[in-house]
């Protein structure tokens, strides 16, 4: 029994870590395009000439995430020991398994929220000029040049 409610408890928080991830896996080098060449052509390709950084309008104590996630995470772990037929021990476990992801959730998601964000200015190859704000650069550098994908700004 303690067994098992280890392997929920520890299933919860790597659930909840995995929540936490910052960066959804844009830019990454391996990603594979279409190849252009002379005769064809890509529309939604360009070079960054700016990027702008635009201050979070959105302000929180600094740990505010981290503390609240804890809490949630901590009765959450609690509840759910509880109710699959824990010891006071498996409970008090999972409670401190709950915290621990919660509070590594929490911080990820408030610093997702409240961060500086980017306007990144790209010339596109048909000569159109379009701002693209998002939160994170990836590796995006001014005179990259890089795809518009879905709203969001990739090296290509």
Same mark, same amino acid.
């Given at each position: 029994?303690? !067994?098992?409610?280890?392997?929920?408890?520890?299933?919860?928080?790597?659930?909840?870590?995995?929540?936490?991830?910052?960066?959804?896996?844009?830019?990454?080098?391996?990603?594979?395009?279409?190849?252009?060449?002379?005769?064809?052509?890509?529309?939604?390709?360009?070079? =960054?000439?700016? !990027?702008? &950084?635009?201050?979070?309008?959105?302000?929180?104590?600094?740990?505010?995430?981290?503390?609240?996630?804890?809490?949630?995470?901590?009765?959450?772990?609690?509840?759910?020991?509880?109710?699959?037929?824990?010891?006071?021990?498996?409970?008090?476990?999972?409670?401190?398994?709950?915290?621990?992801?919660?509070?590594?959730?929490?911080?990820? !998601?408030?610093?997702?929220? &409240?961060?500086?964000?980017?306007?990144?200015?790209?010339?596109?190859?048909?000569?159109?000029?379009?701002? !693209?704000?998002?939160?994170?650069?990836?590796?995006?550098?001014?005179?990259?040049?890089?795809?518009?994908?879905?709203?969001?700004? =990739?090296?290509?």
């Amino acid at each position: 029994m303690k !067994i098992r409610l280890l392997a929920i408890g520890a299933v919860a928080a790597v659930t909840l870590a995995g929540c936490a991830t910052t960066s959804p896996g844009y830019g990454s080098s391996s990603a594979s395009y279409p190849s252009s060449s002379s005769s064809a052509r890509c529309y939604d390709c360009g070079v =960054v000439t700016r !990027i702008d &950084t635009v201050g979070g309008s959105r302000t929180a104590p600094s740990k505010t995430g981290a503390v609240l996630g804890g809490i949630v995470g901590a009765v959450a772990g609690h509840e759910i020991a509880d109710k699959t037929g824990g010891s006071k021990g498996n409970q008090n476990l999972a409670a401190v398994a709950g915290a621990v992801g919660g509070a590594v959730a929490g911080n990820a !998601i408030q610093n997702r929220t &409240t961060g500086n964000s980017y306007d990144v200015h790209v010339r596109m190859d048909d000569g159109r000029t379009v701002v !693209i704000n998002q939160h994170d650069l990836g590796g995006i550098r001014e005179n990259t040049y890089v795809r518009v994908v879905n709203g969001r700004v =990739v090296i290509r």
